[in-house]
């Protein structure tokens, strides 16, 4: 059996029910789902009310400042693009930033990994998991190809793809579609990339240095927690932009 944590690409299986493993990653986004629908009830709930607590309007003024920002990026559009893009924000961030709280990689647990036995982490980070990212990355690829069907129309969409008027728009056209698909690569891996990169970072800084050494690095994973969540919900903003506009 290994005596130490060791550090994984692939979520450790913690237990099975039949067919279906539930991984450490999978664990941990129960628990930020839980989290995330519990805020969403309890602002809902305090609508209305002539006395709302802090916490409320905590939650309102990041509701609004995400609401205006993506508002100066997609226009009028933001009336039905907010739910979607708010929700891709603030899910991911509370993803990542759920991976850097005390306890979540820390608590070993023993599980079985091929033949052997080692000590993996409890709780880990959701957005270490490619699975995780490559299916966000998916939710932001299926948005972008329904709301350009939805305002443009099917016809005039894919006329963005297959232009058969001359050899240089089908060359375009197949360019085109070919960046499309790689979005999801992009999109799946750079958050999987950036987040799990930086939980290894922390691992290994905490086993080598004092915890207060650790400290800068640790608020420099807050800050790359943030931003690619950002930037996941912004470029998803910008594709979503792109492709509601006619073609040139």
Known sequence: MNKGPHISIRPETLFSIGNFHVTNTYF??????????????FYRSQIGK??????????????????????????????Y???????????????????LLPGVGSVLVRVKEGHEYVLAPLL?????????????ALVAFTATQYYGFKLLGPKEYLGKFFNFSSPIAIFTGLLELVSEFSRIISFAFRLFGNIFAGEVILVIIAFLVPILVSFPF???????????????????????????????
């Not at 941990?28 to 009830?41: G, P, Q």
């Not at 693009?81 to 991976?99: K, V």
């Not at 420099?220 to 943030?226: K, T, W």
């Open 50 to 79: 002539e006395k709302k607590p802090l916490f409320f309007y905590l939650i309102h003024f990041i509701f609004s400042g995400i609401y205006n920002f993506f508002q100066t990026v997609v226009g009028e559009k933001i009336t």
């Open 28 to 41: 941990t986004s129960l628990i930020v789902i839980a989290c995330f629908v519990a805020i969403a009830i």
């Open 124 to 136: 880990r980070g959701n957005t270490t998991d490619l699975n995780t990212t490559l299916a966000l």
């Open 81 to 99: 693009l907010f739910t979607l893009l708010g929700s891709l924000f603030l899910y991911i961030l509370l993803l990542n930033w759920f991976g």
């Open 218 to 248: 640790f608020l420099l994973e807050i800050f790359v927690g943030f931003i690619q969540a950002f930037v996941f919900a912004m470029l998803t903003a910008v594709f979503i932009n792109l492709a509601a506009t006619k073609a040139h």
